[in-house]
Structure formats: C-alpha cells, structure tokens
C-alpha cells in the first residue's frame, strides 16, 4: 500500500535532548513538509523540501532542523534548543505537479517530560 | 490580520442538517483552495479542492469560491455524526510559495442525532 508512515506514534522527551521523528513516503512525491499543530490551533509549517538535498526554512524553524538524503525520507530533529516541543507533528507530501494538495502522515505526539 | 481565517466555532447541527463552513483569506493571489477533516488525535484528510471560480461538488460535500471577496466555503449536506471533526482550510498562494500551505485555526464541527 502506497502511504505515508510516521514514528513513533507517541514520543516522550527529557528537557536538554534532542529526539528525531521519522518520516516515509512511498508515493513517489517530491516534496515533503513538517508542520507542527498545537491543541485547538491550525497548522504552522517547520520546513519543506522539494527536492533531494534540499530544504526551506518554514514559519517557526527555530530548534528543529531536518536532512533530506533520499526522496522517500525527511526526518525532523527537535533540538534542545526547541523551548516548548511538546506538540502534534505532522508530515506531509505531495508531487510536484497538480494543484498543489497536500497528504498526511498519521502523526507523532511529542511530549517533553 | 491573519492570512486565512475560519469562523469560529464550534458550530452545531441537528443531524440530516446542512453544515456551512466558511474561511477568508488574506492574500489575493491565492490559487487553490483545500478543505481538510481533521478527527480528534489524527491527522487531516484531504475532503475537496477548488481552484475555479463557483462551486464543486463531491457527494454530500460543496466547496464555493469567490476570489473577489476572497472567501471560499464547505457546505456539508444531510449532515451524519460521522462528520463530526475540525475542518482545515488551506490556501496556496503559488508564485515562489513552492506548495507551501497557510492553515486556517481550523472549525469544530458537531453533528448531534
């Protein structure tokens, strides 16, 4: 089944660690994105790429930091530089022809204990 | 004044009611128009796009566009408890934005039997 998969589902942090949220697209797209959605809110974008080796800064970039070697991955490291981690992450691709929708990973719950 | 604004909610219907969902964006050169369901601890899920001028229908759901007044809507037919879920507007601005979407804070929908 084409998809994409996030991990873990639940992640639980200790105030100074950085943690790494997985991110994997089987669909063949081009472009990923990190958002990040915090309880009764929208979604604010972290960073995008659109193609291997490169990604872009997003609305609220400070403390993360992402990499993105191959098409299928882009992980997203929450450093500890990241005051108030605790949130929703939520990854997303989409091809890069089209009128530009976007789908979803299933999420990661990150908590900071 | 936020780039995309939903009306607030949480808004509630009797069920077989129509549900009117209602979003106004900031930036005029706005090319696309995406209407997401978001169910309470998941990720959203692409419902409809709109990229014309009018209306689109998909089955019980209705995405209208005005690009004058910058407004674009999800009308919700014969409302079921099962649509009972935030509901996402997004915009894509196009130019440089690389897909990037801009969320709305999202509307809370509750379909009571």
């Known amino acids: 089944d084409g998809g994409i998969t996030q991990s873990p589902k639940y992640l639980f942090r200790k105030e100074g660690q950085n943690v790494t949220l997985s991110c994997e697209q089987n669909?063949?797209?081009?472009?990923m994105y990190w958002y990040r959605q915090d309880p009764g809110q929208g979604l604010r974008l972290i960073y995008y790429?659109?193609?291997?080796?490169?990604?872009q800064k997003g609305d609220i970039a400070e403390g993360y930091s992402v990499s993105r070697e191959k098409k299928e991955s882009f992980p997203l490291t929450v450093t500890s530089a990241q005051k108030n981690p605790t949130a929703f992450y939520l990854c997303?691709?989409?091809?890069?022809?089209?009128?530009?929708?976007?789908?979803f990973g299933p999420g990661t719950r990150l908590t900071v204990l | 004044q936020k780039e995309v604004e939903q009306n607030s909610g949480p808004l509630s219907v009797p069920e077989g009611a129509i549900a009117s969902l209602n979003c106004t964006y900031s930036?005029?050169?706005?090319?696309?128009f995406f209407w997401y369901r978001q169910y309470s601890g998941k990720s959203p899920e692409l419902i409809m796009f709109?990229?014309?001028?009018g209306d689109k229908e998909d089955g019980r759901f209705t995405a209208q566009l005005n690009k004058a007044s910058q407004y674009v809507s999800l009308l919700i037919r014969d409302s079921q408890p099962s649509d009972s879920a935030t509901y996402l507007c997004?915009?894509?601005?196009?130019?440089?934005?690389?897909?990037?979407?801009?969320f709305g804070q999202g509307t809370i929908l509750t379909v009571h039997p």
């Open positions: 669909l063949n797209h081009d472009a």
């Open positions: 790429s659109q193609i291997v080796n490169d990604f």
């Open positions: 997303a691709s989409r091809l890069w022809t089209g009128y530009n929708e976007q789908f």
């Open positions: 709109i990229y014309s001028n």
């Open positions: 930036d005029r050169g706005s090319q696309s």
């Open positions: 997004a915009v894509f601005a196009g130019g440089t934005s690389y897909g990037k979407l801009t």
